[in-house]
Every structure is written in structure tokens, then in C-alpha cells.
């Protein structure tokens, strides 16, 4: 109970009958390739993957090679680019597009968003 509250599976006030309304995309949510994503530190998991497998990831100190790798909350905050790896540069052309995808996205957020009522119609 206390490994699934630490994963940050379920809350601290979670019951044992709470563990078996997991899913599997609670569990793939953690999955380190996934946190690398959401942290935009590339454009998409299938990037984070070749990044953690070249050990362009740092957790903390240590560069995990595993894409699978559970991470937990605390291990969440200590995502980074390893100090020798190329991608550390935000000059690099990947960071550069990163940021761009990202921009791009918040757009389109936009874009789609319901336009808002004309006052006093």
C-alpha cells in the first residue's frame, strides 16, 4: 500500500479496495518515459524513450536506461538532462524544437476554445 501511495497511484487516504480501480493508464502515467513527455523535455514519449535509452536523462544523479523505470513523486522533480549530454544546451535543435511543439500546442488550445460571448447579447 504504502510502494502504489509513494508511485502516487492513490492518495494517502486511499483504501486497500482503492488498489483495484487502478488502470493500466495510471500505471503507464508513471512510467518514466511518460514524466520525461510531461515535462517537456521532448516532443513526445517515443523521443523521451531515445533519450532515457542514450542517457540524456539524469534522476537526480543517476541516469536510468530504463523507459520502463517507475518513477515516484519525489523522483518526478529531479528529471533533468544529464550535464554532458549535447541536449543540456538550450541552443540545441531539439530543445529548440520542443519549445516550439509546445507553442504550437498552446495555440491550437486557443484556436479550439469556444469563443466567448458577445456581452449584453
Excluded: W
Aim: glycine share 6%; hydrophobic share 40%.
Amino acid at each position: 500500500m504504502q510502494r502504489v501511495q509513494r508511485l502516487g497511484l492513490l492518495g494517502a487516504d486511499a483504501s486497500i479496495d482503492s488498489i483495484l480501480g487502478l488502470t493500466l493508464r495510471d500505471i503507464l502515467e508513471r512510467r518514466l518515459q511518460t514524466q520525461v513527455y510531461k515535462k517537456g523535455l521532448a516532443r513526445s514519449v517515443k523521443q523521451a524513450r531515445q533519450f532515457i535509452v542514450h542517457k540524456h536523462i539524469l534522476m537526480g544523479e543517476k541516469k536510468i536506461t530504463a523507459p520502463g523505470h517507475l518513477t515516484s513523486l519525489q523522483e518526478e522533480s529531479l528529471l533533468s538532462f544529464s550535464p554532458t549530454s549535447s541536449l543540456n544546451s538550450i541552443e540545441h535543435p531539439e530543445r529548440q524544437m520542443v519549445s516550439e511543439s509546445k507553442a504550437k500546442k498552446a495555440k491550437e488550445a486557443v484556436s479550439t476554445a469556444p469563443a466567448e460571448v458577445a456581452e449584453g447579447a
